[in-house]
C-alpha cells in the first residue's frame, strides 16, 4: 500500500511540474494567455449580419412628399424715384409723361408645401415679404395663382392659398404631417426644394440636433438642426422623414459663403402647425405678454445671488402700466416657473408667456431677495415684431 501511494505523489508532482512549465513558456497549448489578436479587456462586438447589408434607398419617401413640394415665384412693384423736370409742363410738353410713375418689378423665389387639399401652402414669411403679386408651380408642370391668407414675421411664416384659373378643379397633393414626438438625433433627414431656381431637388441628411435657439434668426425659435444640404431657394420647401412625413419647413442656413456648410435649420412641424390654424382661422396669430424685459443668468450672477444654478431669468426691467407691473413684478425679481412651467432661460421665458392665452390670469413664482413669492398676472396680448434680417 505505502508502494502505491509513493508512486501516486510522484505522479502528480512530476504532472504538476509539467503543468507549470507548459503554462509559463507555452500557455496557448492549454487555451490561456493573450495570443495575437486577442482582446485584453471586455468588448462589445456587433454581430456578422445574416444577409450582406444594402445601401438603402429613399425612394419611396422621395415620391411621397415631392408632388406637395411647390416652388414659390414672387412679383414686387418698386416705386421709381420720380424725376424733378416732369414737375415743369414745359418740359413735359417737349418730352412727354414718359417715365412718370414707372414701376419696375423685382422677382423673388423660394419654396413651400401644399398642407391641405384645400389649397394652403405653408411657407417662409421672408419668401413672400413685400410681394404684389405670387405665382406656384406645381411639380406636375401647372403653374396657379395664390393669395396671402396671413403671416408671422416673428416665427418667419407665412400661409398661401392656391386659387384656381378659370374654374379648373383643382386635385392638389397634400403631405402627410409627420410627429415630433416620433424624431430624434441621427434620423434621417430628406430636404425638398428648388436651390437657387434649378428645380425640384432632393439632398440627404441626418437630425444634427433639436431645438436650437438663441441664433438670433426668428424672434421665437425652436429649430430642427440638420445637414442636410439647404441652399438659397430651399427656404419654404420641406424637411421631410425617411417615411416622406412633413416634420420642419426648410428656414436658414449657416454659411459664410452664401452656399450649404451642413448647418441648415428648419421650423419643427408642431410649432409651424400651430401658427398655420392660427392664421387659417383668425388671419394673424396671438400670443401672450407681459411687458417684461429679462437678462440671462450667468454663472458670476448665480454666485451674486446665492443661487443654486443658473435656471430662471432675471427680470431687468418692467414696462410703466404692463400686466406685470400691475402684478407687482420687480426689476431684480427672478423669474422661475410661468404657470407652473419652469423657466430655464430669458428665451425660454419669451415662449412661455408667448404661449398663455391674452385675458387669462397666471401665475408667476418669483424669486425675490431671499424668499420665494406668486404673483398673479393678467396676461396681455403681444403686438407683432417684425425682426429685421441681414
Known sequence: MRRLWLIFAQTV?????????????????IGRGSPVGASVVA?????????????????????????????????????????????????RHFFGESGDGESPKTAGLG????????????????VVEGADQIEIALSDGRSLDARLVGSDPE?????????AR????????????????????????????????????????????LGRSHLGINTFENFI????????G?????????????????TAIYSRSGGSLGIGFAIPISLAR?????????????RGWIGVEAQEITVDLAESFGLPDTNGALIAGVLRGSPADAGGIKPGDILLTVDGRLVKDPQGMLDLIASQKPGETVVFRLRRQNGVVDANIRVGKRTPQRRERE
Open 166 to 209: 378659370n374654374g379648373q378643379e383643382l386635385a392638389l397633393p397634400a403631405i402627410t404631417l409627420g410627429r415630433m414626438d416620433d424624431i430624434a438625433v441621427g434620423d434621417v433627414t430628406l430636404a425638398i426644394g428648388n436651390p437657387f431656381g434649378v428645380g425640384q431637388t432632393v439632398t440627404m441628411g441626418i437630425i444634427s440636433a
Open 155 to 163: 416665427s418667419d411664416l407665412a400661409v398661401l392659398q392656391i386659387s
Open 225 to 232: 438642426q440638420t445637414d442636410a444640404a439647404i441652399n438659397p
Open 13 to 29: 508532482t512530476v504532472g504538476l511540474a509539467v503543468l507549470f512549465v507548459v503554462s509559463t513558456l507555452k500557455p496557448e497549448w
Open 274 to 286: 400651430n401658427v398655420m390654424e392660427q392664421i387659417i382661422a383668425t388671419g394673424s396669430v396671438t
Open 43 to 91: 468588448l462589445r462586438e456587433s454581430a456578422a449580419p445574416a444577409v450582406p447589408a444594402r445601401p438603402a434607398s429613399f425612394r419611396e419617401a422621395a415620391d411621397k412628399a415631392l408632388p406637395s413640394v411647390v416652388h414659390v415665384f414672387t412679383s414686387q412693384k418698386v416705386k421709381a424715384r420720380r424725376n424733378p423736370l416732369l414737375d415743369d409742363p414745359v418740359f
Open 111 to 126: 419654396s413651400g408645401v401644399i398642407v391641405s387639399s384645400s389649397g394652403y401652402v405653408l411657407t417662409n414669411f421672408h
Open 234 to 250: 430651399n427656404s419654404g420647401g420641406a424637411l421631410v422623414d425617411s417615411q416622406g412625413n412633413l416634420i420642419g419647413i426648410n
